[in-house]
Every structure is written in structure tokens, then in C-alpha cells.
């Protein structure tokens, strides 16, 4: 498996699917794009059948006979779907199947056929989707590509022994276990052509004796150069040594220079500090005197109180006195009007015209009681609008102190994040160490190699003047390099093995880093949160503030006197009307003012102390007033002690940061003074200077070896008498040892094939589960919940120190789980570009379907996703849609 490198690239897509008699379908056609499509419709439409017939026709792919996918009645059924290939052509693969059955490809630009029969087609589409011989089209089909509705988590639940052959066989891994078994054939006929070729090196090294002698005059000059060389690896050793020497000296000395500037940094925040601190004091200093100052105000504020208690009281009581003095206006008003009737009726019939011109001016007055009307209602309307925002003002407030609340809450965790965010540098700078270490490993270990195999080489070879192995003149410059990379090595090792110690330890801190990242994101969030509480605040405040009161009342008022007049008018037209009724009237009107009189002789009596109430409300109200700043500023006290306790914590803060501060200018000053001591000036200077001396006196003993060099090179052009058996030889050992080599090649690659197939699972593995982890978090909508797929391909859940296997979690649990694995699987599968998923979202709430149809609507790992569902969510949110319906004639594709 290799992991796809993006959207683009040619591989099979599907177009369109063609059915004829199949299941429900009498005939349907469906055409499917690139990107997120989406079949949807009531259960039972025929939703399903689209992905089976795909699976038929690509993968051969069945879960049941031919006979049960056959239409009811018919004798054949046809499935056709065409596809683009990786060439970027569109063919058509047509299966028919029934009482005849056919199976082939035709291209129909072209009107032929490209291939024919079930073995050809089915060899053709594995070309087509690239598909390795160990994974098997219905297999890729039922497990990844076409999984059926429901089948979604069941692979998770089973066995290890039962999932893993499958996702070996998907990530390719099966391939690597084939691969090292094929490996045994290969070195058994290495072997056999290696002891043809010995066989005949003995026969040629029979005939190439002589050669002895000339290899014995050639030895001398090679002692006299291994001498030079023992020379030079002796001064070059000692040049090594003070080089050693001259960079631990310039360690040293770079040391004490950045402990000083740590120092001088220190010492400067401390002086900081300083200031903060004395910042904060003065700050402390005032808050308490203000707390003094606000504490001497609770007696007006307890004053306040319970004037305002009282003054509520005395409103109620004059409110009530005031409506019966309206009242007495009102019935003096009519005793009045009355009064003027009978007047009037007195006057006798005469003064019917002087009626009728009364009746005139009093409709005129009257006009406007529509008007008023309308703004009493609008007034009473305002009203309830201002007490409406009373009630939603307090509410906000209580919201408001609640986030405040979280926000203080994430603000104490956020307090280590500057430190972890140097532990997490930290860790990228031993990250990159130990890739130089393993990089430097491994060229050590080349290294290694390469001597071993020289050493091979020359233990072979033999020398034309002394008939003896070449062994014995390169043996100990072997060993000795040799033994120097090992010792190498063993550094290395030991770095690499102190790094991983680190590392795993400052891991847990890049782990909580992360998590601080997602609650400062939710502090910003709740910020913002809070803003709009205060802007809508401050609109709430603006309503509650204006009262309507005042206006309600004297608009109700002239209300009243309007109605009462509009009776009277109604009245007084009557009387106009119905003259004969006059006296009648007038004599029941005399009866009426008799009652109206001793009914206001009642109420004088009871609205006879009203200025008495009115002036002491008034005394309260101003009593209230004068009261007012002194109460506003005791409601204060609460901010100021919070305040008082946040600065008492930051002093306490500061403390402790300065005394740490302290203590380790005393720990930087005492290390200065301990490293100033080991370092001298002088002796790096001279070792300056010895460094420069033995260098020039290495070259030198370099250039005699290489005259040397050229002799020796002069003296093997006398021995071409021999050449061409020599060469035989050479070109025959040469051809053993590549074999021998080649043959422990092909045993190494067989051993790592072998051990290679659990490292390359734990890669694939590790990659897919991260970007799997990713997707469960944006489904579920959590980001605290750690997803990992595990070696083993289980599914297991982290949420803090919890963690929990796939069958302990709920049926929505293991749905998401199981999605975000699929579809991280089908983002770094490199067989198929193209998917269907059969109602993914089964036992999923309303919320987590929300977050997976938006996220598979933006989703890319694949350049062709089909989603299949009853739930109608993902119609607005993909490239493409289709619905499904069943009709009596069968399934119809609208």
C-alpha cells in the first residue's frame, strides 16, 4: 500500500449504472459524479440494489445467488456500468445473467469489444484498478468499497485471528510474507552457479603460480607504504585526539558565554518583576481604601432598602386612593352633566336647539378618542416590552458570571503553557538529534559492511611474488577501522537509546500542549460569547430605563373622560330624539343625582387624606434619591473584593517566580564560576597551534605515501604476462563473491521481508489511525475523545484517563468509530478512487449525522463517494443527488 498523494490522477471512476430486471428494478439508470453523491429514499425503495449491482458487475461481488437478484417473473436480468479508465476513456462492463448470461467490455467510442468472459473482464478490471494478486476483488469490494448496510462495525467485533487476514490482504501486506517465501528458490540456484564458478577459480590459480614471485617484490614496496600509513594513522590519531581536546575547549568556553547571557537575562526579569510587584502593591493599596470607603456606606444602603420597601407600600395604598378620586371626579362630572339636563329639561322643549349645537361641539371633542386609544395600547404594549427586558436582563447577567466563571477557570490551566511550549521546542530539537544520529548510524553501519567485505575480498586474494594471502597486509587496517566504527556505533546507540527516553517523557507535555490549545480556543469562544451578553446588556438597559408609567396614567385618564363624554353625547342625542321622554327623564335624572351625590359624599370621605400620602411619598422618593450614589457604590463592594483577592494572588505569584529567579542566578552563577576554573586561555591557544603543526607534518607523510603508491601502480604494469589468466581469475572471483553477495543479499532482504511485515503494519497502521482520529473527533463533535486503531486492527477510545475497546462502546459510538477508520482506510488505499457507503449513519443522534454529512461533504480522499441514505440531510450538502422511489411498477430513479 502506498498512500494516495491527492485527488487528481487517473484511475477507474464510475459514470453511470444501467439495471434491467434486477430485484426492483424493471429498468433504471443512475449517473454519478465526481466528488460526494447521494442516493436517498424511503426504506425498501431499492436503494441497496445500485451498490450491489456495482459489486456484481466490477468485483464479481454477490450476496446472494443470480436467481434471487433476477427480478420476480423475469428470465434475465442486465447490469451495465460504465466506468472511466485509467487512460481516461470511458468503457461499458456488461453482465447478464439469467437463463442467458454474457459477460464482457466494449468500448463505445470505438462500437467493440475489448474484452470477453468472466476470467478476461475480471483480469481487465484488476488492471484497471491496479489491484495486487494477493487481494481479491470481492473481498476489496465487501470490505471497503461496497461495505452492505449494517456490515459497517461488524469486521471490528471479530476476532483478531478473523480481521487481520483481511486488512493484510487490503494494505498490502500479504504480499511481503509471499515475497520472502519466494526468496528460497532464488538463493538454492545462486549456490549451485557459485560452485561452478569455484570450480573452475582452482583450475586457473593452478596455472597463474608463478605469479608468486612478483607479488613477493611488491610486498616490499607495500611494507615501506603500510609503514608510511601506520605513520599517518598515528599522527592523524593524535591530531584527532587534540582535536577532541580543541572543541571540548571551545565547548567550554561557548558554555560560560551563554551561561553568562542566561545570567544578565535573569537578573533583568527580576528587575521586571520588581516593578510588576511594586505595580501591583500600589494597586492593592488603593483597592483596599476604596473597600474602607464603600464598607462606611452600608447604613445608607440598609437605609435605602428599607425605604424602598416602604415606598412601595405607600404607592399601593395611593395608587388605590387615587382611583377612587378619579372616580369622584368622574361622578361629579356626571352629577354636573345630570344636573345641566335637568336644567336644561326645565327650560322645557325650547332648548332642543341649543341641545342639538351642544351635541355638534361635544362630537367634535370626542374625535380624537381613537387616537388615544391606539396610544394606550401602544403604551401598555411598551410597557410589557420593559418588564420582559428586566426579566431577560437578569437572566444574562446570571449567564454572563457563569462564563466569566469558565473563563477564570481556563485561565488557571492556561498558566503552564509558555512552559510546556519550551518543553515541546525542546522535543523538536532532540527529534532532529536523533535523525542525525540514526542518519550517522547508518552510514557507520555501511561503513562496517564495506570493511567486511574488503576483508573478504583481500583474505581471497593471493600475492603473485610470495604465493601468499593478501590478508596478512590489510588484516590489521581493517581491524583497526573496524573497531573504531564499533566503538562508534555503540555511541550512537547509546544517544539514540537516551534521546527515546527524553523524548517519550516530553511527548506527554506536547500531549497536554494540544489540550490546551482546545481550551484556549474555548476561551476565545466564550470571550466572544461574553461581548455579545454585554452588547445585548447594554440594548436591555436603554429599554429599562424609560418608564411608561407616568404616560399610561394620564393617557388612561383622558380615556376615560372621552368615554364617559361619548356616553353622555349617546345620551343626549337620545333625549334630542325622543322628545315625549324628556320628562321622564328628568324625573329619573334627579333620582340619579340624588344617588350620585351620596355616593361622592362617600367617596370625599375616603380620598380626604390623599395629599397626606402623596407628600410622603414624595419625602421618600427624595429621601431615596439623596440616598442613591451611597447605594450604588456599596453594590460595588463585591467587584472590589474579587479584585482585592485577584491582586493578592498575582503578588503571591510574583513571589514565587522571583524567588525560583533567585535561586537559579545563584545555581548560573556558581556553574560560571565552576567552568571559568577548567578553562585556560593559554592552553587552548596552544592547542591551537599544535593542531596547525601536526596537520602540515600529516600532509606531508600523505604525499611520500602516494609516490609510494605510484610504484607499486609501475610494478603491477610488469606483470601483464599474466594478465589474462589473471583476469579469468579476478573476473571469476569477482563473479563468486558478487554471487555470495547477492546470495546474502537475498537472505537479508528474505529476513527483512520477514521481519519488515510488523514494523510496515504498526506504519500503515499509525498513519491511517491518525487521520482516522482526526475524522471520529469532527463526527462526534468531542476533541477530547482519542480515537487509535491498533496494531492488532482494533478500535480502541481515550477520553482522559478512560479507555475503552470497541465492543464497550454504544451502538453510535462504534458507528463513528468504525466511519472515521473506513474512510481514513479508503484516504491512503492506492487500489480504488471510489466508494459506497449504505447508510452510515445508523444509531447516530441528530447531531453526530449533522457533523458527518458536513463532513463528508468536504471530504477528498476519494475522487467519487456515494453515500446511500433514508435521511434526507445529505441532499444539500454533496455535489450530486438522486432519490429513489418505489412505485407499483418497481423502484424508479428520480
Known sequence: MKERSGT?????????????????????????????????????????????????ALFDSLPYTQAQFLRHGAKSGKVEVVITGRDGRNYRVTRIFGTSSNYYVDDPELGRKIVEGKEDVMKWLREQMGLPGSLEPDMLFREVVGVAQGNFTSIF???????????????????????????????????????????????????????????????????????????VKELSSELDAIRRDLEKMENLRERIESLKKDLEYRSKMKSIMLRNREKKEKELEELRKRREEIEGKRGDFEEFEKLRDELERFREILNEKEKRKRELDAKRE???????????????????????????????????????????ENLNEKEMVRKTAEKRLRELEEEKRRREKRVREIELKMRDEERLK????????????????????????????????????????????????CSRVSESVIDERREELKRRKEELEKGIERLERDIEILEESERKLKELEIISREREIIRGEIERIENEISELLKIVSVSYEEMLKDTQKKVEELRIRRGILEDMRRRAERETEIIETLRKNKERAERISAELRELETETSDIEEFRRRVLEISSRMEAL????????????????????????????????EIERSCVT????????????HKEAHEELQRRFEELSGTVGNLKGRLKLLED??????????????????????????????????????????????????????????????????????????????????????????GEERSFPQLSGGEQMSAALA???????????VDFAFFDEPTQNMDEERRMNFANFISNFSGVRQLVVISHDDTFESLVHHALRIEKTPEGSRVT
Open 8 to 56: 487528481g490522477g487517473s484511475r477507474l471512476l464510475i459514470k453511470r449504472v444501467e439495471l434491467e430486471n434486477v430485484k426492483s428494478y424493471k429498468n433504471g439508470s443512475v449517473n454519478l459524479s465526481e466528488g460526494v453523491n447521494a442516493i436517498t429514499g424511503e426504506n425498501g425503495a431499492g436503494k441497496s440494489t445500485i451498490v450491489e449491482a456495482v459489486g456484481f
Open 157 to 231: 467485533l471479530r476476532r483478531r485471528s478473523e480481521r487481520a487476514p483481511i486488512f493484510e490482504a487490503l494494505l498490502g501486506i500479504e504480499d511481503y510474507r509471499e515475497a520472502s517465501e519466494r526468496m528460497n528458490e532464488v538463493i538454492r540456484i545462486i549456490e549451485n552457479e557459485i560452485f561452478e564458478i569455484r570450480e573452475k577459480i582452482g583450475e586457473l590459480r593452478g596455472k597463474v603460480s608463478k605469479y608468486e614471485e612478483r607479488r613477493r617484490e611488491k610486498e616490499e614496496y607495500e611494507k615501506d607504504a603500510e609503514n608510511l600509513r601506520l605513520k
Open 334 to 376: 356626571i352629577l354636573r352633566i345630570i344636573q345641566n339636563e335637568i336644567e336644561r329639561a326645565e327650560r322645557e322643549l325650547e332648548e332642543i336647539k341649543k341641545l342639538k349645537e351642544e351635541i355638534k361641539r361635544i362630537e367634535e371633542e370626542i374625535t380624537e378618542l381613537g387616537e388615544l386609544e391606539r396610544i394606550l
Open 422 to 469: 519550551e518543553e515541546v521546542k525542546e522535543l523538536e530539537k532532540m527529534r532532529e538529534e536523533m535523525g542525525r544520529y540514526i542518519e550517522e548510524r547508518r552510514g557507520v553501519l555501511e561503513n562496517l559492511k564495506y570493511l567486511e567485505e574488503m576483508r573478504t575480498y583481500l583474505s581471497s586474494a593471493i600475492c603473485p611474488f610470495i604465493q601468499e594471502s
Open 628 to 659: 442613591r450614589e451611597s447605594y450604588e457604590k456599596f453594590r460595588s463592594l463585591p467587584e472590589i473584593i474579587e479584585r482585592i483577592e485577584a491582586v493578592e494572588e498575582e503578588l503571591r505569584k510574583i513571589a514565587e517566580e522571583m524567588d
Open 668 to 679: 548560573l552563577a556558581v556553574e560560571i564560576e565552576n567552568l571559568s576554573k577548567r578553562y
Open 711 to 800: 610504484i607499486l601502480r609501475r610494478l603491477e604494469g610488469e606483470m601483464r604476462i599474466y594478465e589474462e589468466e589473471m583476469r579469468r581469475m579476478k573476473e571469476l572471483e569477482k563473479k563468486a563473491e558478487e554471487l555470495e553477495r547477492r546470495r546474502e543479499d537475498v537472505k537479508r532482504i528474505k529476513e527483512i521481508l520477514k521481519d519488515a511485515i510488523p514494523m510496515i503494519t504498526e506504519a500503515y497502521v499509525s498513519r491511517i489511525s491518525e487521520d482516522a482520529r482526526k475524522i471520529y473527533s469532527e463526527i462526534i463533535g468531542d476533541y477530547s475523545q482519542i480515537l487509535t486503531w491498533e496494531s492488532d486492527f482494533g478500535i480502541k477510545i481515550q477520553r482522559g
Open 821 to 831: 477508520v473506513r474512510l481514513a482506510l479508503l484516504k491512503h488505499l492506492s487500489t
